[in-house]
């Protein structure tokens, strides 16, 4: 059953000239223009497609990949503004509207804003809005702490950084678990640190489990050899620097160090740390 605005995998029940008809379930037979019909397509076939409205308010469908299906944020570019509002670059031929009404500030064309994409059951069209409080945190988190989940950085605030989380839910980033800069739009994988009481959720952006522990002492030691047995880290040592020198948090180089010094297989100094 094909959805506005998500994926679906369809079968190709009309071969014509411009293209290629699929069964697109209540939303009838939908149409794939020939440029995106994979090569040797025939009748019985299913194709896995992306189905929005065109300039005529119909559905069509594409297999062309958007940054965002419907139920989802993404950080995006406006190409342009309009007497309805503002048009988004989501990847597709027919750019995305983002209404006056839903727009925090004024959306300046060039600039980018982070979106939550949805349909407006008014008219059944596919529009963004940048009002995201509306739409995230809706539903009680069930997650499980230490399990990998999507990321989209929100913002930052005084504890540290404020994300999305799988498009459904608001995390918070603290600042002492941030060992990198992270930018305004960016995604990347994080890990449930915690969910409070209050259903706020706690991320972190390393796992912290004994297998990423090993790895991490096992990436100290590869660098202490390449630096002839000597790194000037230490516990004084920036994050930023720790991280430069080693793809780490502070947090994470302590407990490496911490565990290969019980190991006996390094010295920790003031001015540094040294193979045995």
């Known amino acids: 059953m094909a959805e506005l605005g998500k994926y679906s995998t369809l ?14 379930g209540a939303l009838g037979q939908v149409l794939l223009p020939k440029k995106y019909v994979p090569q ?21 469908a594409t297999t062309q990949k958007p940054l965002a299906q419907v139920g989802e944020c993404a950080y995006l570019k406006t190409v342009a503004t309009g007497p309805y509002g503002a048009f988004l670059d989501w990847g597709l031929d027919k750019d995305l ?15 980018s804003y982070l979106v939550y994409v949805h349909l407006n059951h ?10 995201i409080d509306k739409f995230i945190d809706k539903t009680p988190p069930r997650y499980q702490e230490g399990q990998e989940v999507n990321l989209i950085i929100a913002g930052t605030s005084d504890l540290g950084y404020k994300a999305v989380v799988e498009h459904r839910h608001w995390g918070v980033i603290y600042q002492n ?16 640190k915690r969910v409070r009481p209050d259903n706020k959720l706690d991320i972190t952006l390393q796992k912290g489990d004994r297998q990423e522990l090993d790895r991490q002492a096992q990436q100290v030691m590869h660098k202490l050899q ?6 000037p880290l230490g516990d004084k040592t920036a994050p930023e620097v720790i991280y430069a020198e080693l793809a780490m948090s502070k947090k994470a180089f302590k ?22």
């Open 11 to 24: 079968e190709v029940i009309k071969l014509v000239d411009f293209g290629v008809y699929l069964n697109a």
């Open 40 to 60: 040797g397509c025939q009748l019985g076939d299913q194709v896995t497609v992306f189905v929005y409205l065109d300039s005529d308010d119909t559905p069509i």
């Open 97 to 111: 509207l983002l209404p006056f009404a839903e727009q925090r500030k004024p959306a300046e064309e060039g600039r």
């Open 122 to 131: 008014a008219d059944e069209r596919i529009v963004a809005s940048a009002k």
């Open 177 to 192: 678990d941030v060992f990198r800069k992270l930018r305004f739009g960016q995604k990347l994988k994080g890990y449930i």
């Open 226 to 231: 390449q630096a002839g047995g000597y790194l």
């Open 255 to 276: 407990k490496s160090i911490g565990g290969l010094f019980k190991a006996g297989k390094i010295s920790i100094d003031d001015d540094g740390i040294r193979l045995n």
